[in-house]
Structure formats: structure tokens, C-alpha cells
């Protein structure tokens, strides 16, 4: 039987229409995690300094903040003062990244990013959530035992 975080990384995967094996769902560690939301901010990054030459500020400006909160409450999670605050500060970094998604999905309606940029760094973000979600409820199962 599949361990409960494969499981749920699968469940949401379909859910955000990305399509992964379960060997690649188990090859996942939490260290990919802090590079996948390293990657995330980077890739925001440039996009932002790429939407202020088009003059674009107010959303460029959302972005980046948010990408960046994914990044650093993952970072701080792994120094949490208890499984608790551990969990709270995945629970931010989904938030942000939920966020994120959706900025990303103003800036291609809006036709600031093509379809291309959206779908590459979307993929990211949603990967992130998928990860986060099965951090947090593994997480949340080792605090009630």
C-alpha cells in the first residue's frame, strides 16, 4: 500500500492536472521543496524586473513579494520551535503560493505573460502546493499521535 503523503501528492496532482508517476512522486523529498520554492522566486524575480520595463508595477510588485514568502517561510519551517509551528508556517507558505498561482493567472489574462511563461512557472507553484499539502497533513498526523 502507497504511504499516505504519495497518496495525497497524486490526489492533488490530478486535481492541478499535473500528471506524475509514482516513482516520481516518491523520488520527492523535502529537500526538493526548498529548491523547487528557491526556483519559484528566482523565476519570479526575473519576470518582475521583466513586467517593470513594460511598466507594469502593481502586480509585479504582488508577485514577488508573495513567491519570495513562499521561499522563506519554507526556510523557516525547518527551524520551527515545534511540530506546531512547523505546521503554521507551511500553512503561510501554501497561502502564499496559492496566491502566486493566481497572480500568474492575472498576468496571463492580461497578456503581460504568454502562455509558455505561465505554464513554466505555474507548474512550479503548483508543485509546491501539491508538496505543501502532503507536508502539512503528514505533518498533522504525526502531531495527534
Known sequence: MLHLAVQTMLRFAQIYGIIYTIREVIAIKEDKLSDLSMQLSV??????????????TVISNQIGRSATSVCANIAESKYGHSRADFIAKLKIALKEASETGKW????????????????????????????????????KSKLNK
Open 43 to 56: 523565476d519570479v524575480l526575473k519576470l518582475t524586473k521583466e513586467l517593470k520595463a513594460k511598466h507594469e
Open 104 to 139: 500568474l493567472e492575472m498576468l496571463l489574462k492580461s497578456n503581460y505573460i504568454d502562455e509558455a511563461t505561465y505554464k513554466s512557472i505555474d507548474k512550479t507553484c503548483s508543485t509546491i502546493r501539491i508538496l505543501l499539502i502532503a507536508s502539512i497533513k503528514t505533518a
